[in-house]
């Protein structure tokens, strides 16, 4: 479960959040129409789509908000690093 609180003056349509469990970061969305001073409390379903809260375990995980998008289209959130750039490895060439 994710419990959170609209702090600001205007509505939410998407939340982020990053959630450490038992060492691994997990990237937790939540969607829909989160008015202004309303605290919001969704439970998530498991990797298995099994519709328990994945997240119950103790001691509690930690999550941070990380990214929001405001039904005006504004965002907030923290920089995004840019993924690595892969360089391929050449085939190896034939020799005679």
Not at 7 to 34: H, M
Not at 62 to 85: H, N, Q, R, S
């Amino acid at each position: 479960m994710i419990k959170f609180t609209n702090e600001s003056n205007q509505e939410i349509v998407l939340a982020r959040f990053a959630v450490d469990i038992d060492g691994k970061d997990v990237s937790v969305r939540d969607v829909g129409k989160f008015s202004p001073g309303i605290t919001v409390d969704h439970r998530f379903k498991d990797y298995a789509g099994n519709v328990q809260f994945v997240f119950s375990r103790q001691p509690q995980p930690k999550c941070a908000v990380t990214f929001v998008k405001y039904a005006d289209g504004t965002i907030w959130g923290l920089p995004v690093e840019p993924a690595p750039e892969i360089t391929p490895t050449p085939a190896p060439t034939a020799t005679i």
